[in-house]
């Protein structure tokens, strides 16, 4: 299967009276995205604003985040969206440079930030793009988890819209992802073969009924499978919580197994899983995860990622020693979250870790003129680490003492970051 | 600008005496002696050992509150911008009065202080992670070397200089990991390490594992028909408004939740507060994080001998090593003198 | 999360209903998930009175 990922390269976005792009200048509609998002009965009213990179800006209260993208023959993102369907193949626009990010306007305690301007800016892609900013304000008594799920929605919409003005122009890069059917190409002998173990959520936070995971569904009670890496990169997948949206269509695992395909390794292929929250269920899925991968993909070796909280570190370990059990090499991507261990524990046979970045080590933010997503935030400027209930509501615009794995796609537990870890 | 700094040696350092001379109480002498001779090279023009202090081993090991007072109240006399201790090497007396000393002056007078000693020096595991310490290794032979990185050490601290990492500056990593932007991308790195790992290839994991002390299990328990059982949860039970504040993570304290003729817990008297899960649940029947309803019956029914009539509570998110150690500890305390002889802790 | 906690050196450690419902199973019928949680409960008075 093949998909043709054509990215048209947007220098500026500002609002303008028709949406769209000219000279990599998008031009936006506001009225007319407004009016769209507005059609959710959940809302009372919606707002958007521009947030560019180097701005004094900084952008709170971050739900999600999305490259704007256009599939040319349909569907976007089936089952969360559009009606079903399937996605990775054929042709999909992209904005480069853009991306859309949702605020939750009943989060007063999220601290995910953007800066878009300062030393944050170092840490992260999504301060460096181009930021449309939606502002979904809810109807009085609205239920949170229904508004949630609307803003989710909401996002899927705007990333649509904003790509959908890039349908007929000529790309000025095009990303070619091709994976041939595992029955019928294992690749030469002399390349290993690495599958890619991917668990997509924790069900500590168990996803709501209506909520729209992979292909739509809620995910409950799902089983490892086998699916095509480019579903993951063209819209089939929207995180619950715990990683960013971003890094799902920017997947760094598949886009790194893709770039080395058939030159250092055979990429086999991909295997999807979620983190239970009974121990048997935790054994019963790294089981079959890591047998998909050897009976099924092939794989002489494979990595796997987290997700979700520190219950999550057990599932990575099981599938780890299943799968060297069953004769395969494995490596492991875990966030670290704790200045002093790092992660939760590592067994003895565990040996293979990479760390992208460690979530609680401080950065001080300077103050910034505008503030996006709300006002406030609840944040002890003394102690970040400080998670007391009652902490009184500080001004965002000040000079703030923040953690690293605050600031959005500074460090992603799919592997997205530019750091590493050391012991001081 | 030319900084300031004493220097603390031991007797022996300070040419006193030797073993015979530990029980010396403290002392000072204006100028070098000794190696500060040599921490005076090492510093050069950037500043002036402008005295050497000095103890006795064993008089610190003996009054060491009293020792560190009078350690303090000499060194505040000084008004230095630096404190250098030791090297001590090997000497495990020695380097706790190094250690503490440095300690003490940085946490009551706030004077940036570095000490010196083996990596295994008991007085390294005591005081690492609250001050620096050189590595010197076990050899008198390398006391240059060792005050060289000192002094280079003690001036950037002096200076508000960023710190680097313990490997290039010299100190014994004192268990605080950082950030640092790398070379390549983490996924990059995954499958390097992967593809190492399948040719047979050396490779280096880049988190080390967690160590913990664990502590010795207690004997099984004699006589379950008249022990006293305690429930204590890290699931974040509370009463309704959860009045003492437990945070939802990186718990720094237990509420402790009477329930003394209570039979089962009732959904509008308790919540469950936690980041990591979704409380729902224990919400709607609190009973499901911590089983009261089951073992007031179990009490009842003869099973056990009487359920303990407090239920000890935190939450378990993302809780650091020592305080969940510290809130361990004191709720043992509390149990232990309340005659309970066995817990069940639920943690979600 | 029995694994970790062996590791940390707790070694009575039975496996629970579950991380959102450690002494309960909300899929069980109201007196089903309190036989349930009644033979957990005794399941860790008996590994009290065990050797580890």
Request: include cysteine.
């Amino acid at each position: 299967m093949r998909l043709d990922l054509g990215y048209v390269h947007i220098g500026d976005v500002r609002f303008g009276a028709k949406t769209s792009i000219e000279d990599h200048f998008l031009s936006l509609d506001r009225r007319e995205l407004i009016s769209l998002l507005e059609q959710e009965s959940l809302f009372e009213r919606v707002e958007i604003e521009i947030a560019h990179p180097g701005d004094s800006c900084r952008i709170i209260h971050v739900l999600d985040v999305l490259e704007p993208r256009y599939r040319l023959t349909g569907p976007n993102f089936p089952g969360a969206l559009d009606g079903n369907g399937l996605v990775g193949d054929g042709e999909t626009r992209a904005l480069k440079n853009v991306a859309v990010v949702e605020t939750d306007q009943l989060a007063p305690r999220s601290r995910s930030i953007i800066d878009m301007s300062g030393p944050a800016r170092d840490y992260s892609p999504i301060a460096n793009t181009h930021n449309v900013v939606l502002l979904p304000y809810p109807k009085p008594g609205v239920d949170k988890n229904d508004y949630r799920l609307a803003v989710k929605k909401a996002g899927l919409k705007a990333a649509v819209y904003l790509a959908a003005a890039a349908r007929n122009i000529a790309p000025d890069e095009t990303r070619v992802f091709e994976l041939p059917p595992v029955a019928f190409n294992q690749g030469p002998k002399e390349l290993p073969r690495v599958a890619y173990i991917f668990p997509i959520h924790s069900h500590q936070h168990p996803t709501q009924q209506k909520e729209a995971v992979f292909y739509g569904s809620n995910i409950h009670g799902f089983m490892p499978t086998v699916v095509h890496p480019n579903e993951i990169l063209d819209g089939a997948l929207m995180f619950s919580y715990s990683a960013f949206t971003w890094f799902a269509q920017n997947h760094p695992v598949i886009l790194e197994l893709y770039r080395r395909h058939n030159r250092d390794l055979w990429f086999a292929g991909i295997v999807l899983t979620v983190a239970p929250v009974t121990i048997s269920e935790k054994e019963r899925n790294a089981a079959l995860a890591a047998r998909l991968a050897k009976e099924t993909l092939g794989a002489d070796g494979i990595i796997a990622t987290k997700i979700g909280g520190g219950a999550v570190d057990t599932d990575l370990m099981m599938i780890y020693t299943r799968a060297e059990e069953m004769g395969m090499k494995a490596t492991l991507v875990i966030m670290e979250r704790y200045p002093d261990t790092g992660i939760t524990f590592v067994p003895e046979n565990v040996n293979a870790l990479v760390t992208p970045g460690l979530t609680r080590d401080p950065i001080t933010l300077p103050s910034v003129a505008r503030v996006v997503g709300g006002e406030t935030l609840h944040l002890d400027n003394s102690n970040p680490d400080n998670t007391n209930p009652d902490i009184p509501p500080l001004p965002a615009n000040r000079e703030i003492t923040v953690w690293i794995g605050d600031l959005v796609g500074a460090i992603s537990q799919v592997g997205a970051s530019r750091l590493t870890t050391y012991m001081s | 600008m030319k900084i300031r700094v004493v220097h603390y040696l031991n007797q022996f350092f300070a040419q006193i005496g030797g073993e015979e001379k530990a029980d010396i109480g403290p002392g000072f002498k204006d100028g070098l002696v000794g190696p500060s001779r040599a921490l005076q090279q090492a510093l050069g023009d950037n500043g002036d050992v402008i005295a050497t202090i000095y103890c006795g081993d064993n008089y610190f090991a003996e009054h060491q509150e009293q020792a560190i007072d009078e350690q303090c109240a000499r060194i505040a006399e000084y008004k230095p911008d630096l404190l250098i201790a030791g090297p001590a090497f090997e000497s495990g007396r020695y380097g706790i009065a190094c250690g503490a000393i440095c300690q003490a002056a940085q946490q009551r007078l706030g004077i940036a202080a570095v000490a010196g000693m083996d990596e295994d020096n008991v007085g390294a595991s005591l005081h690492r992670k609250n001050i620096y310490i050189v590595n010197s290794g076990t050899s008198i032979v390398r006391m240059v070397p060792t005050l060289q990185r000192m002094a280079a050490l003690g001036l950037k601290l002096v200076r508000q200089e960023a710190i680097g990492k313990p490997a290039d500056e010299g100190y014994l990593p004192r268990g605080i990991k950082r950030n640092e932007f790398a070379a390549k991308p983490p996924a990059e790195r995954a499958v390097d390490m992967l593809l190492a790992k399948l040719r047979g290839d050396e490779f280096l994991s880049e988190i080390a594992p967690p160590k913990f002390a664990g502590g010795k299990p207690a004997a099984p328990l004699r006589n379950l028909k008249s022990a006293v059982i305690a429930l204590v949860t890290d699931g974040g039970l509370v009463l309704e408004g959860n009045p003492d504040k437990i945070e939802p993570g990186r718990p720094t304290r237990f509420t402790t939740i009477p329930v003394a003729g209570v039979d089962s817990l009732d959904a509008d008297k308790y919540d469950a507060v936690h980041s990591g899960y979704d409380t729902a649940f224990a919400n709607r029947d609190p009973n499901r994080v911590v089983p009261l309803d089951t073992m007031r019956e179990l009490e009842r029914d003869g099973v056990i001998g009487k359920l303990h009539d407090f239920v000890h509570s935190t939450g378990g998110a993302h809780a650091a090593v020592e305080n969940a150690t510290l809130i361990g500890r004191q709720i043992a305390e509390r149990l232990k003198a309340a005659g309970v002889s066995g817990v069940i802790l639920t943690s979600t | 999360m029995i694994p970790v906690a062996r590791e940390v050196g707790s070694l009575r450690a039975i496996a629970s209903g579950g991380i959102v419902s450690p002494t309960g199973n909300p899929d069980l019928p109201p007196d089903k998930e309190k036989e349930f949680r009644r033979e957990l409960v005794l399941r860790a008075l008996q590994t009290l009175q065990e050797k580890v």
